[in-house]
């Protein structure tokens, strides 16, 4: 188990003293993935909460990807655009192009994943603190470039945050996968290495069995169909030959 990092919410009077957020700001620009995997790794899980969604009638809630969220009133720039969201209810169209937690109906997400991409010491520091004072009660790092049999040093694949009792933001997890999700209810694995490594749900029980993505149970069920629909013609076929015999 690895040491936990802890970070704290600041305290009152730490919110109201002057602060130079001008290192937090994400420009509209920024946040956008810089490697051509990234788009692919965010995909799929996406895809596979939409999945995990159907199959356990999930009805009110929103998942998406590149969106921007905001906690501090007075400085709308100072805000993360998780590479893929979970929100515990569905918002009502059109999506703001900005979640405001100061305003009605915008909530933190209660998942939020942030995929490693360029400068990933900043990404190990920075992020957990922002998701933190975010109030995001769950975040997971995802740095494919360390899903490597030999990680670059003070790398790791996978990273895991919850939000104790006590209010603490806590590294709950560090290492190459897989971790127990409890805001997904699914384990979070990595599947592959470096460049082709991604980040898939598995299901409950300890069998690894995936989470198909929508496409992929597109694709079983297409399959189950058309070997049914085969069964019926085959049986369909020996009750012709039976009839055959009969009156032959």
Request: hydrophobic fraction near 40%; charge should be negative.
């Amino acid at each position: 188990m690895p040491r936990a990092l802890v970070v704290r919410d600041p305290e009152p009077e730490e919110l109201r003293a002057t602060i130079d957020w001008s290192d937090w700001y994400l420009d509209d620009a920024d946040g956008i993935g810089a490697w051509g995997e990234h788009d692919e790794i965010s995909r799929l899980l996406l895809s596979s909460i939409a999945q995990l969604a159907r199959e356990r009638g999930w009805t009110d809630h929103h998942a998406g990807t590149d969106r921007f969220f905001a906690w501090v009133r007075e400085e709308p720039l100072v805000r993360v655009s998780p590479d893929v969201y979970l929100l515990d209810h569905r918002p009502a169209p059109p999506l703001p192009k900005q979640w405001q937690t100061w305003l009605p109906g915008h909530r933190p997400p209660r998942f939020a994943l942030e995929i490693v991409a360029t400068d990933w010491q900043k990404a190990y520091e920075d992020v957990p603190l922002k998701y933190c004072q975010l109030g995001c009660p769950e975040l997971a790092i995802f740095d494919p470039l360390a899903a490597t049999h030999r990680p670059p040093a003070g790398r790791v694949a996978l990273q895991a945050y919850r939000r104790d009792p006590d209010g603490a933001y806590v590294r709950v997890y560090a290492g190459a996968g897989r971790v127990w999700s409890p805001a997904l209810d699914s384990w979070l694995c990595v599947i592959g290495a470096g460049a082709e490594a991604r980040l898939r749900l598995t299901r409950p029980g300890g069998k690894g069995e995936l989470v198909p993505t929508q496409e992929e149970a597109a694709a079983i069920e297409a399959r189950a169909r058309e070997a049914a629909e085969a069964r019926v013609r085959e049986l369909e076929a020996r009750v012709r030959e039976l009839e055959r015999l009969e009156h032959g």
